[in-house]
């Protein structure tokens, strides 16, 4: 017998749908390699949506969600992993690589978020720390760079 998804507790609700974005983010960088885009043009929307979502997204996580598991813990070790690679392939000058490699990690990150490592969060979480970061996290509306939809 399958065991049924754990609902996502609404303090981590408003992560998970800027995950959404980050997976639309490898879905826009797909698209404008197939549409033969120049990669500086997909590079300065990616870079765009790396400073203004990624980087606080971040940061947010590894202050406030991932501290309710232990630092030694797999789980967040694999996640800390992720976060300094995607910055540092944010950096390579090796745009056309870069993004292509971007898109891949980014989307494997988020789904072992959402599927392993907030699941593992939400069970060990006590009420008070999920009321904190709720707190602490106002989601905002999510506006998007439209000056170039080159995935269009």
Known sequence: ???????????????????????????????????????????????????????PHFELE???????????NDLIKRALSDHRR??????????????????EVLEQHIRFE???LFPEIQKIATEPELEFIEKIHQEADFIDKLDDEFWK
């Open 1 to 55: 017998m399958s065991q049924k998804p754990l609902k996502r507790h609404k303090a981590l609700q408003p992560l998970s749908r800027e995950h959404h974005h980050g997976l639309l983010l490898s879905w826009k960088i797909r698209a404008g390699f197939s549409k033969n885009i120049e990669p500086e043009r997909i590079k300065v929307y990616a870079d765009w949506f790396f400073k203004t979502h990624l980087i």
């Open 62 to 72: 590894e202050q406030y969600v991932f501290s309710i598991l232990k630092a030694d």
């Open 114 to 116: 959402e599927r392993v």
């Open 86 to 103: 995607l910055k540092k392939l944010f950096l390579d000058e090796d745009i056309k690589n870069a993004l292509s490699k971007i898109e």
